[in-house]
């Protein structure tokens, strides 16, 4: 503090003093960060809550795709074990039904009747010429290195790709046929699930190989005449799609699905 003497010097100690025992006014503060920091504190709190909440203690970003793979790995070892157990109960009802047979005639009667049939119907292995259609998908490509206007979605095999070679084969007179070594009839369903080919509720990758019994030159005749057969292989040589017929001696197995109608019609 500095001393000076004369009344205005004393006039300003005193105003000094009574202002240092007055009551001071608060600083004002901005409104807008007192509402705001608490909003965004309980916001901010609110998110943790609730994602630890949806994870559950798991990472939310984890990769899920070894959990699907079990999961599929693990249906698919429950479709075996049912097809095992069916198998051995239908080996029972034939063994049953070959046990009555021998004492009951209408019961013979049909057990003939219906062995008549197993070979038209699929359920006998066959082995004759044949020929052998395999379609493959194109090699993988990046994105970058693909040619203008084409996509992955071209360098595929498809549903429609693989049934019309299956059509051409039936219109060619195909006795009997099967897909990756499995039995197919003519109620029998080929649907594709991305690359994937689902047949009698297995999934199977390509190449996908078709084999047919009949007439070679018959069934080689369908295939050219096949307006699906003939786009096929133009995107083979567009796309470097694989496509390999061939003429040899073939097996194709019995049909050993279910054999279960939900509707038939007797023909007149």
């Known amino acids: 503090m500095e001393y000076t003497s004369g ?21 004002q503060r901005r409104a807008g960060w007192s509402i705001g920091v608490p909003l965004i504190a309980a916001a901010a709190g609110l998110l943790f809550t609730t994602t630890a909440t949806t994870a559950g203690g798991t990472a939310l970003r984890e990769d899920r795709r070894p959990q699907l793979n ?28 070959a046990a009555l ?13 219906a062995m008549g ?8 292995a066959l082995t004759g010429t044949g020929v052998t259609v395999e379609l493959n998908d194109a090699p993988r490509r990046n994105d970058q290195n693909l040619p203008k206007g084409v996509s992955n979605d071209d360098l595929v095999v498809h549903q429609g790709d693989v049934q ?11 006795e009997a046929m099967s897909i990756m070594n499995v039995r197919v009839l003519a109620t029998s369903a ?4 991305g690359n994937t080919l689902l047949l009698h509720g297995r999934v199977y990758s390509p190449p996908f190989k078709i084999v047919a019994i009949g007439d070679p030159a018959a069934l080689q005749r369908a295939l050219a005449d096949s307006k ?14 694989g496509y390999r017929e061939s003429v040899s001696m073939v097996t194709v197995p019995a049909f050993e699905d279910s054999t279960a109608l939900r509707s038939a019609t007797v023909p007149r």
């Open 164 to 174: 019309a070679v299956v059509n051409a084969l039936w219109a060619g007179g195909a």
């Open 101 to 113: 047979a021998g004492s009951d005639g209408p019961i013979k009667a049909a057990q003939d009747r």
């Open 228 to 241: 699906g057969v003939r786009l096929f292989k133009d995107a083979v040589d567009s796309y470097q799609l």
């Open 117 to 124: 049939s197993r070979q038209a119907a699929g359920f006998t």
């Open 190 to 193: 080929v649907r594709c699930v």
């Open 70 to 97: 079990q999961l599929i790995e693990d249906r698919r070892e429950q479709v075996e074990a049912s097809e095992r157990k069916a198998a051995r109960l239908r080996a029972e009802v034939e063994s049953q039904t």
């Open 7 to 27: 009344a205005a010097s004393w006039q300003k100690v005193l105003r000094r003093a009574v202002a240092g025992l007055l009551p001071r006014r608060p600083v």
